[in-house]
C-alpha cells in the first residue's frame, strides 16, 4: 500500500525553537493524525483532524489538514526537551484498515 | 485504566520456531490490527479485525497468523515462514470508523 512521503527525516534543534514538519501524498485523505512515539514504546495520538482546511491545537501542538485533502502539517512551538521522539502522519480515507503511515520525524531537542 | 497490553515487551526466538505475541484491550473496541514498524519506515499492516471471529490480511501477511475468538484479544504468531521476522510489533484498537487507532507499547521480537 501506499506510504506517505514525511519530512524532514530528522530535527536537530535547540530548546526554545519552533519545529514544523509535514506529510504528503498523492492520494486524498478524509482524516489526518499526527502520532509521537517516543523510545520502546507505542505511538500516541497528538491531534486528528477530520475536515480539509481544519487547523487544530492541542498545547503548543499545531496541526492543519490541507486544503486540497493531500496534506498535512504539524509545528510544535517553543519546543522543551520532552518534545524528542518521532512524530507521525497518518492518513486515513475510508475505514481504519486503510491508513497509511508516514515513516516518521525524529526530533531531537538540545538544552 | 483502558488501554491495550502487548506482551512480552522483549521476545527472543531462534530461527525456525514460531513464536506468539499477545494483545488484550479494555477498550471494548470491535476493530484490532497488527502493525510492524522497522527503522526508517512507516508502520505496516499485518493483519486486521473488525469483529470477533473474523480476520482480514494486511499489507504483509505472508509468514504471519491471527485468531479473533474473544473481542478483548488479538494474537498474532510469527510463523517459520515469515523471512525477516525481527521488528518492533504493534498492536492497535479502534471503536468505529472513522476514529484514531490506540496503540499497544509493542513488543520486539529478536530471531537470531
Known sequence: GQQLNQSPQSMFIQEGEDVSMNCTSSSIFNTWLWYKQEPGEGPVLLIALYKAGELTSNGRLTAQFGITRKDSFLNISASIPSDVGIYFCAGQLGNNNDMRFGAGTRLTVKP | ?112
Not at chain 2, 505475541?21 to 486486521?48: F, K, T, V
Open chain 2, 1 to 112: 485504566d483502558g488501554g491495550i497490553t502487548q506482551s512480552p515487551k522483549y521476545l527472543f526466538r531462534k530461527e525456525g520456531q514460531n513464536v506468539t505475541l499477545s494483545c488484550e484491550q479494555n477498550l471494548n473496541h470491535d476493530a484490532m490490527y497488527w502493525y510492524r514498524q522497522d527503522p526508517g519506515q512507516g508502520l505496516r499492516l499485518i493483519y486486521y479485525s473488525q469483529i470477533v471471529n473474523d480476520f482480514q490480511k494486511g499489507d504483509i501477511a505472508e509468514g504471519y497468523s491471527v485468531s479473533r475468538e474473544k473481542k478483548e484479544s488479538f494474537p498474532l504468531t510469527v510463523t517459520s515462514a515469515q523471512k525477516n521476522p525481527t521488528a518492533f510489533y504493534l498492536c492497535a484498537s479502534s471503536g468505529t470508523s472513522p476514529s484514531p487507532l490506540h496503540f499497544g507499547n509493542g513488543t520486539r521480537l529478536t530471531v537470531t
